[in-house]
């Protein structure tokens, strides 16, 4: 089933891909960046832009019926691996706890040249669901 948050833009082409999905008791959260037709949310902030990207995130992560604590897993894309303490601080402000296993990547470039954060979620629902 393909998952809607009001406050998260859908994809710019509708049927492109699915900003997540739910299968069983399954979630699938796409790469979410903070780009706009204005420039990415944050401006050149590398925590703003990952404190916006985890919100994103989390919306889509409460929309499809979960909680932070059902994330297994994060993939987080850096155009800067220096950006990394920025993202950690971004992230512990949605990730408490017991931490979801996580992958941090370093990429050459994101779909647009001022973005530098994007993060992909996956997770479990719980049984109480």
Do not use: I
């Not at 997540?20 to 401006?43: C, K, Y």
């Not at 691996?81 to 993202?87: L, Y």
Request: net charge negative; glycine share 10%.
């Amino acid at each position: 089933m393909r998952v809607f948050a009001e406050s998260v833009p859908e994809p710019p082409r509708p049927g492109m891909f699915s900003n997540a999905v739910v299968r069983g008791d399954r979630f699938w959260v796409s790469g979410m960046h903070v780009g706009s037709p204005e420039g990415p949310v944050g401006g050149d902030d590398p925590y703003l832009q990952a404190r916006e990207a985890f919100r994103r995130v989390a919306a889509l992560v409460e929309a499809c019926g979960a909680t932070s604590a059902d994330v297994t897993v994060l993939r987080v894309y850096l155009t800067d691996v220096e950006d990394k303490a920025s993202v950690g601080r971004a992230r512990s402000e949605y990730f408490t706890g017991e931490m979801p296993c996580s992958t941090l990547v370093g990429v050459s470039a994101l779909v647009e040249p001022r973005l530098r954060v994007e993060v992909e979620a996956e997770g479990v629902l719980t049984v109480s669901r």
